[in-house]
């Protein structure tokens, strides 16, 4: 089983619409984890980190729950410019950063 | 300001041939990892440093792969022998030190073993 798991979609969806990833991860050590955005051909970039309690930065919402070990990305009224691979990252506590990556689901927003 | 620069950008290389792959991280960043991405898969780790010191190379799939970062900036991934499964883009991190857990990417090299 991989340590970090996602659907690799695609997820195809209307302009407007929300839609939510989810991303299990099987080490329960695992202790900080994150969203990333890759758009095609380019370098992954931050979208935002998922804490405990649950967080919200605009159309994006986060939340993590440890019992289940999943983290999950709602996003409301989608963009065409949401489009890209949204890649679930976990990180081990402990030592240095060591991170693991998930395969990326896919988004495709249409118009 | 400038952020992580890899070069070359694409990189086409005959099986069997040494390939170097440079990394500039972002100035005064402590730490940098290296990460091989195949085609629609997410990065894969290959090896971190600390400054001069490569604290993990668990994750380098053979010892054709080596890494090094001598004076604690710039770092070169070589590649020995190149073979066909070689071939992703290698991507290049930098995080300003242990307790920042942003990682910020390179463009990337894609490498393309024939």
């Known amino acids: 089983r991989k340590e970090v798991e996602q659907d690799p979609g695609p997820f195809n969806v209307p302009e407007g619409a929300t839609v939510a990833f989810n991303c299990t991860y099987s080490?329960?050590?695992?202790?900080?984890f994150f969203w990333y955005r890759q758009d095609c051909r380019k370098e992954p970039k931050l979208l935002m980190s998922?804490?405990?309690s649950g967080n919200e930065d605009g159309r994006f919402t986060a939340q993590l729950n440890r019992a289940s070990q999943y983290i999950s990305l709602l996003i409301r009224d989608s963009k065409l410019s949401d489009s890209a691979t949204y890649l679930c990252?976990?990180?081990?506590?402990?030592?240095?950063?060591?991170?693991?990556f998930g395969t990326g689901t896919k988004l495709q927003v249409i118009p | 300001g400038a952020g992580v620069s890899q070069s070359p950008r694409y990189k086409v290389a005959k099986r069997g041939q040494d390939v170097a792959l440079r990394c500039d991280p972002i100035?005064?960043?402590?730490?940098l990892f290296w990460y091989q991405q195949a085609l629609g898969q997410g990065p894969e780790f290959l090896t971190y440093?600390?400054?001069?010191?490569?604290?993990?190379k668990s994750g380098l799939p053979s010892d054709r792969f080596f890494a090094e970062r001598p004076e604690g900036s710039v770092s070169t991934l070589k590649i020995q022998r190149t073979q066909q499964e070689d071939s992703a883009v290698y991507l290049c991190?930098?995080?300003?030190?242990?307790?920042?857990?942003?990682?910020?990417f390179g463009p990337g090299t894609r490498l393309l073993v024939l």
């Open positions: 991190a930098s995080s300003l030190g242990d307790a920042q857990e942003t990682q910020y």
């Open positions: 080490n329960s050590a695992s202790q900080s």
């Open positions: 998922v804490y405990s």
């Open positions: 990252v976990v990180k081990r506590s402990g030592g240095y950063q060591k991170v693991t």
């Open positions: 100035s005064g960043h402590v730490s």
């Open positions: 440093f600390q400054n001069e010191a490569q604290l993990d």
